[in-house]
Nanobody
Framework: QVHLVESGGGLVQYGGSLRLSCTFS????????MGWYRQAPGKERELVAT???????NYADSGKGRFTISRDYAKSTVYLQMNNLKPEDTAVYYC?????????WGQGTQVTVSS
């Protein structure tokens, strides 16, 4: 059973930076597409960024130029570096592992950006 544990969230001021981490266990990390999603209060969960097994990245428009997703195969960890944070980035951020026929979610980590 795949298990995902996020960390790195917190309170940051407008324009600040955070790096989220998601540690993967329970299967072969290298065959999964990994992603970050977020859900703000009263809104649906939305894509932030994904990275394929081969390292191809994809970003939602909201994070292009500010967010960077990366993965460390040796540590079975995926990261989301977030720079120039804005109050509208406030949300619970979730890690996702997708293998096509099955996907898994972490418990989420809160990111709050103060204005």
């Amino acid at each position: 059973q795949v298990h995902l544990v996020e960390s790195g969230g917190g309170l940051v001021q407008y324009g600040g930076s955070l790096r989220l981490s998601c540690t993967f266990s329970g299967d072969l990390f290298s065959i999964y597409t990994m992603g970050w999603y977020r859900q703000a209060p009263g809104k649906e969960r939305e894509l932030v960024a994904t990275i394929t097994a081969g390292g191809t990245t994809n970003y939602a428009d909201s994070g292009k130029g500010r967010f960077t997703i990366s993965r460390d195969y040796a540590k079975s960890t995926v990261y989301l570096q977030m720079n120039n944070l804005k109050p509208e980035d406030t949300a619970v951020y979730y890690c996702n592992a997708d293998r096509g026929h099955a996907d898994y979610w972490g418990q989420g980590t809160q990111v709050t950006v103060s204005s």
